[in-house]
């Protein structure tokens, strides 16, 4: 939803692979948590806090992770 904007949510059970049901069970969660908001047509959109929770990993991973160097083992 990030990088495609809205969708509906059977087209959200499908791209990620989840029974309806089982996404809808998620998407309840999120939608309590106040990451994404549903509308009237069954429409899913990713809330300015749900976008802030998604980039604070992907942040600290650009960050820390990206930037680690081994050193090379000695074979």
């Known amino acids: 939803m990030r990088e ?3 969708a509906k949510r059977t087209a959200l059970a ?3 692979g989840l029974s309806y049901d089982s996404l809808a069970r998620y998407l309840d969660w999120m939608s309590e ?3 994404l ?3 009237g ?3 899913v959109h990713l809330t300015k806090e749900g976008q802030e929770v998604y980039e ?3 942040k600290w991973i650009m ?3 990206c930037k680690v160097r081994l ?3 000695e074979d």
Do not use: A, L, N, Q
């Open 63 to 65: 960050e820390y992770v």
């Open 71 to 73: 050193p090379r083992s």
């Open 56 to 58: 604070s990993p992907v």
């Open 33 to 35: 948590k106040g990451f």
């Open 4 to 6: 495609e904007g809205p």
């Open 14 to 16: 499908t791209k990620v």
């Open 37 to 39: 908001e549903i509308d």
């Open 41 to 43: 047509d069954g429409t």
